[in-house]
């Protein structure tokens, strides 16, 4: 069996369907010789839409299928019927999906498409399967984010956009009848369908971010703060994919903790796959910076937060003006008493929790502040511009 994977930005092409052909046909029928023109207009080609669903939360789909298109509409027919217009292909992707047009020149791809019609499931396919799948594509782009149009931010549940348009469906020939042109041959073809290049970039949209180096502890924590399960092991990088808890607090209130990979020196740099990883910050509202506070790794924890704080504002200077809070993790440890004195010496306005996620001290107290930060920050609507009518 092929294990799933995780996949937050790939580059696809896409394609919408052609409008069907108009027909040239005559109304002939019993004592009706000459009926005059009656060819049907063709049908319109398939849209390609893309739509926020919540139940999605990576691109996996679009990495065994990175060419989709929709179908083209039907011909037009005699007796004035129009051609069945195709169906639209409708594609499902996580919230918080941005969706970038790349530059691009009209050339047909040189790799035949699969079916689009239906997603994959990874968990179904057999070692003979999977050996068909060779040759993925290179998710990444070759030109930068900066140089691409921002299609679609999709932010919220439902919100969709039609990526690319069907063409429209050709006219018949009855179009063209006059005084003059009593028996019209002429018709249409239909329109070909919009296409391009595109790349899909996940940016996880959390209400507060776990940030910190590896094996400082924020797997542990997520999973004692909410119903997550990621993997927890004595090691660094254990967590390469981000993970998203949900909290319950007093009054019924809710909110979402992501728990980001370990970051590393150079992580702006893409060092340690550091942009894979620093993405799924952006939308955070309230960063929290984990840190080992008993060096148990053998740093120190004043020079981690320098270093991480280095990093986000490196990467996006923007994380810099984010609101931010000290967890002091590992306080059951030799030495995080005495670290912990240095370090709110160092850092007096800064709020800070000493916590011990493995003996689950002080988190209770940490979840009833993180909601109280979080509820004080506006809700943002969707932005209406990001559907195309």
């Known amino acids: 069996m092929v294990a799933a994977m995780f996949v937050d930005h790939i580059k696809i092409f896409a394609k919408a369907g052609k409008g069907g052909r108009g027909c040239v046909a ?23 839409i893309f739509r926020a669903d919540s139940n999605v939360d990576n691109l996996v789909d679009f990495y065994y299928t990175p060419i989709i298109r929709a179908k083209s509409g039907e011909h037009g027919q005699g007796k004035n019927c129009y051609g069945r217009a195709a169906e639209h292909q ?18 047909e791809p040189e790799v035949a498409p699969r079916d689009t019609s239906s997603y994959i499931d990874l968990t179904t396919l057999t070692d003979e399967e999977a050996k068909t799948l060779d040759g993925k594509p290179d998710p990444k782009p070759k030109v930068e984010i900066q140089d691409m ?13 039609i990526l690319c348009k069907g063409g429209e469906g050709g006219k018949g020939n009855s179009h063209f009848k006059s005084g003059r042109n009593r028996v019209p041959t002429q018709y249409t073809d239909g329109e070909e369908g919009e296409e391009g290049d595109f790349y899909l970039e996940l940016q996880k949209i959390a209400d507060a971010g776990l940030v910190g180096y590896p094996n400082a502890g924020k797997s542990t924590l997520l999973s004692r703060i909410s119903n997550a399960h990621p993997k927890i092991a004595p090691y660094p990088f254990t967590t390469l994919t981000p993970h ?16 980001i990979p370990g970051l590393i020196e150079g992580a702006h740099e893409n060092i340690g ?3 894979d990883f620093l993405r799924h910050i952006v939308r955070c509202k309230l960063l929290v910076f984990v840190l080992d506070m008993a060096g148990s790794e053998g740093r120190q924890p004043i020079e981690d937060l320098q270093k991480l704080r280095r990093e986000l504002d490196l990467y996006d200077s ?28 160092r850092y007096p306005s800064v ?3 000493p916590i011990s996620s493995e003996d689950n001290e002080g988190v209770e107290l940490l979840k009833k502040r993180l909601g109280e930060i979080i509820s004080k920050f506006p ?3 969707a932005d209406a511009n990001a559907t195309r009518e």
């Open 26 to 48: 005559f109304r002939r029928e019993k004592f009706v010789p000459k009926g005059g023109p009656s060819g049907g207009d063709g049908g319109h080609g398939g849209h390609i």
């Open 90 to 107: 409708v594609y499902l992707v996580p919230i918080g999906t941005l969706i970038y047009r790349m530059p691009y020149e009209k050339t």
């Open 149 to 161: 149009e921002l299609v679609a931010d999709l932010c919220e549940p439902g919100q969709e956009i």
């Open 244 to 259: 998203i808890g949900v909290v319950e607090v007093e009054n019924y209130q809710r909110f979402t903790v992501a728990d």
């Open 273 to 275: 796959l550091g942009h």
């Open 318 to 345: 923007k994380l810099s003006e984010r609101p931010w809070i000290i967890v002091a993790n590992k306080m059951d440890l030799e030495e995080a008493a005495e670290h912990l004195g240095f370090f709110k010496n």
């Open 351 to 353: 709020e800070t929790f």
């Open 379 to 381: 809700v943002k609507s």
